[in-house]
């Protein structure tokens, strides 16, 4: 399953090549490839390569969301061309009760463009996975861009409005299965056993 990154936050189109996602199967989790232009802007973050670094989101980064939408609990990756990533578990919009997973993630850049390869173990995704986006990050001050996969309508935007992926009820159907195959069936998760959602 291939995605591409072709939009702002706010439903401009993006002025470079797209970024593009692909999510296919792995040994015991889900792959994650992304490939895109390597702005170099920010510079790199301060932490080691192939390691969790808290607040990623102000570097230059590619986010993807997975969603149960039904009690608001997802499951946040990001994937940083520098080699950092950052792994959020969230119950309720913006409430993340872990952070810093662990990650298996390797990235490599080639003079203008990027890639990366990461592999999201099983236990990291909640049950019921129903909705997904992406998103992507790059700039720095006034020139900072944010880019959605699924963006918000230009109909729907309200005077003054922010950049803000954490707006769920934007995110579109989805489903793991779509991915593993019918007759594929999630593995239980020691992580989320304890979490309730927010929504009943």
């Known amino acids: 399953m291939e995605f591409k990154i072709t939009n702002t936050w706010d439903s401009s189109p993006v002025t470079h ?10 040994d015991e989790g889900m792959l994650m490839e992304v490939k895109g232009p390597f702005f170099n802007d920010p510079s790199a973050p301060p932490g080691e390569k192939g390691k969790p670094y808290n607040q990623l989101w102000d570097f230059e980064v590619v986010e993807a969301f997975f969603l149960n ?3 608001e609990l997802y499951l946040e990756v990001e994937l940083c061309p520098h080699g950092q990533h950052l792994v959020l578990l969230l119950a309720g919009r913006r409430k993340a009760w872990k952070k810093e997973l662990d990650l298996k993630y390797e990235s490599s850049i080639h003079e203008q463009n990027w890639e990366g390869r990461a592999l999201i173990p099983w236990r990291y995704f909640p049950a019921g996975v129903n909705k997904f986006n992406a998103y992507a990050i790059h700039g720095t001050g006034d020139k900072r861009v944010y880019e959605a ?3 918000i ?11 803000d992926f954490h707006r769920l ?5 989805f489903s ?3 991915v593993m195959g019918k007759k594929w ?6 992580l989320w056993k304890s979490v309730r959602g927010t929504k009943k």
């Open 169 to 173: 009820e934007y995110f579109k159907d």
């Open 149 to 151: 996969l699924y963006p």
């Open 153 to 163: 309508p230009k109909d729907q935007l309200k005077e003054g409005q922010r950049p």
């Open 69 to 71: 939408s039904s009690k």
């Open 176 to 178: 793991l299965s779509s």
């Open 185 to 190: 069936k999630q593995p239980k998760s020691d």
């Open 17 to 26: 090549r797209g970024i593009s996602l692909k999510l296919s199967p792995g």
